[in-house]
């Protein structure tokens, strides 16, 4: 009796759950795709975390590394810097990267977010899972501030104000926007030809690391150059912001997952030991060059290590990403010591020679380390290593391209409009009081 009993409702719990799983399917039919709260809370997060990683891990990150009087000027571009991005992307920048099908650009149909409404939404990886349109222009916002930001570096202690927010606009407008597009935009060209790159190791850093070699190739070196002492004043403050880059960075990498499963657990896994390998390499590299490792190494070797598994945290394996670390800081180390001393220019923090080059490193790698084979989640369909790594070079050889000239004629037109360089006196007193009017410390 107990027996047929538990049969019996076995069979019943078993026809329940057929009927809800029916009645699940017709209605997510007739509602249209899944928005899972998970993944709305986790992009959510990311965005903060991007935005963390601006203000105030990047700020302090450069703040840091300049002298004392310079510090106000850098955390003043850096936070403006974001807030006419953020305006900018929602004006036109959007539409401009995703607002529709295209070779170079997203068109114009989605100026001031036409047509997005708090129902919209936007595929992910999953079929049939989608995120509400709000959250993932807020996720792109971050990207597309973050990235110019990054250029600052290059620039520290000589740029005019003006000339940085008016470069700032024209440079996301007809730099970034179309980058953005040509790699994660339907019907871009780099995506087209089948290349990789999770979280913008083209969009961001190769794209900021041309622009500011160009900066500093234009602009010349700062008075003083080779002469004053222009040591980081605070390498505490260096250290903080490299830390926060680090922490933010996961919702850069994990959060371009755009779900929270097991795609965003990879790049997490892959961001944290890409970075741990990077700085042990330069710390390294710096004991055998140096005869000892320094904390603006072991800084150095961190964000190069960010910088190289961005683009190919989300295919790789870890023991892939622990090689393309320990692989990075070496070659970003030549160039900061060796190659920029030898032809003289002054990237003033090293823009192009950690995240111009890390970018490079990381791009090209992508396309060795996803193979099955190496511990990646292997290539597409008929994709050979050969077949991936061309993808992956031809999207790096756009970039240079695009960003170095396109950034060179930005830079000659604001040069003609506001300037782009401090006066000589204003340079001596430092940029805080010359620009701001205000020091970031009193005696």
């Known amino acids: 009796m107990i027996s047929r009993f538990r049969t019996g409702a076995l069979a019943l719990a078993t026809l329940l759950i057929s009927s809800s799983a029916v009645l699940a399917q017709e209605a997510a039919e007739v509602a249209g795709p899944i928005v899972d709260k998970g993944d709305v809370s986790w992009m959510m997060t990311s965005s903060l975390l991007v935005l963390f990683m601006i203000v105030?891990?990047?700020?302090?990150?450069?703040?840091?590394?300049?002298?004392?009087?310079?510090?106000?000027?850098?955390?003043?571009?850096?936070t403006l810097i974001t807030s006419v991005v953020m305006i900018v992307w929602v004006l036109w920048g959007y539409s401009f990267a995703f607002g529709g099908a295209g070779t170079y650009w997203g068109g114009m149909s989605k100026l001031f977010l036409a047509g997005v409404t708090p129902d919209s939404t936007v595929a992910t990886f999953t079929d049939g899972v989608e995120l509400p349109e709000?959250?993932?222009?807020?996720?792109?916002?971050?990207?597309?501030?973050?990235t110019p930001?990054?250029?600052?570096?290059?620039?520290?202690?000589?740029?005019?104000?003006?000339?940085?927010?008016?470069?700032?606009?024209?440079?996301?407008?007809?730099i970034?926007?179309?980058?953005?597009?040509?790699?994660w935009g339907e019907g871009g060209l780099i995506l087209d030809w089948g290349a990789l790159d999770f979280a913008g190791g083209t969009v961001v850093h190769i794209n900021a690391g041309m622009a500011g070699l160009m900066w500093a190739l234009v602009l010349g070196k700062r008075v003083g150059f080779g002469k004053d002492n222009m040591a980081p004043h605070s390498m505490t403050l260096t250290m903080v912001g490299a830390a926060m880059l680090w922490v933010g960075?996961?919702?850069?990498?994990?959060?371009?997952?755009?779900?929270?499963?097991?795609?965003?657990?990879?790049?997490?896994l892959n961001t944290f030991v890409a970075t741990a390998a990077a700085v042990v390499s330069w710390s390294i590299v710096e004991s055998v060059t140096r005869g000892k490792a320094s904390g603006l190494g072991a800084a150095s070797g961190m964000v190069a290590g960010l910088v190289a598994i961005t683009p190919a945290c989300g295919s790789i394996g870890p023991v892939g990403s622990i090689v393309l670390g320990l692989m990075v800081s070496p070659i970003c180390y030549f160039f900061v010591t060796t190659i920029k001393s030898k032809f003289g220019y002054d990237d003033s923090l090293d823009v192009f020679g950690v995240h111009g080059i890390g970018g490079m490193v990381g791009a090209i790698m992508t396309g060795v380390l996803t193979a099955s084979s190496l511990g990646g989640i292997g290539f597409g369909e008929g994709v050979t290593m050969g077949a991936q790594v061309m993808a992956q070079f031809k999207g790096v050889i756009v970039t240079i391209l695009w960003s170095g000239i396109g950034s060179l004629i930005l830079i000659y037109i604001t040069k003609a409009i506001t300037g782009i360089r401090a006066t000589e006196e204003a340079e001596r007193e430092g940029l805080d009081l010359a620009s701001h009017g205000e020091s970031a410390y009193h005696a």
């Open 56 to 78: 105030p891990g990047l700020a302090l990150f450069y703040g840091g590394l300049v002298r004392s009087k310079n510090m106000l000027s850098v955390l003043m571009q850096c």
């Open 134 to 146: 709000y959250v993932f222009i807020a996720f792109q916002m971050t990207f597309a501030a973050i």
């Open 149 to 174: 930001a990054l250029i600052v570096g290059a620039f520290a202690e000589r740029a005019k104000f003006s000339g940085v927010m008016l470069f700032t606009v024209l440079w996301v407008t007809f």
């Open 176 to 183: 970034y926007f179309p980058i953005a597009h040509m790699v």
């Open 249 to 268: 960075w996961f919702g850069f990498n994990a959060g371009s997952n755009l779900e929270a499963t097991s795609g965003a657990t990879l790049a997490m």
